[in-house]
């Protein structure tokens, strides 16, 4: 079983930034949790991928177009944890985030998708006022 918990949601102004965190635990982590995805949903729009990191240390990052050069994925590899810096927020980024892994180890098409993952996190709510 795979368990995957965000954390570092809040409130900023526009032009703020957060830095989230998602740490994966169980007792198949290792081999389970590979690609790991930040995904948002915004109320009454669909869950949307903005961010994903390969399985190799040092991997392709991957980012919607949306959030490019201004959301920095990372990944510490020996914690199981992932890490989504956000410069620059605005209110467009207000949403909750969540985190999803998929135990394949490179990128395809398909990942942008929701459809493909199994398992996610409980959230953590992003909001940007002006």
């Known amino acids: 079983q795979v368990r995957l918990v965000e954390s570092g949601g809040g409130s900023v102004q526009v032009g703020g930034s957060l830095r989230l965190s998602c740490v994966a635990s169980?007792?198949?982590?290792?081999?389970?949790?590979?690609?790991m995805v930040w995904f948002r949903q915004a109320p009454g729009k669909e869950r949307e991928a903005v961010a994903g990191?390969?399985?190799?240390?040092?991997?392709?990052?991957y980012y919607a177009d949306s959030v490019k050069g201004r959301f920095t994925i990372s990944r510490e590899y020996a914690m199981n944890t992932m890490y989504l810096e956000m410069n620059s927020l605005k209110p467009e980024d207000t949403a909750m985030y969540y985190c999803?892994?998929?135990?394949?180890?490179?990128?395809?098409?398909?990942?942008?998708?929701?459809?493909?993952?199994?398992?996610w996190g409980q959230g953590t709510q992003v909001t940007v006022s002006s």
């Open positions: 990191i390969d399985s190799s240390r040092g991997g392709p990052t």
């Open positions: 999803a892994s998929d135990p394949r180890d490179f990128w395809t098409r398909d990942n942008w998708t929701r459809d493909i993952y199994d398992h």
């Open positions: 169980g007792s198949s982590a290792s081999n389970i949790v590979r690609i």
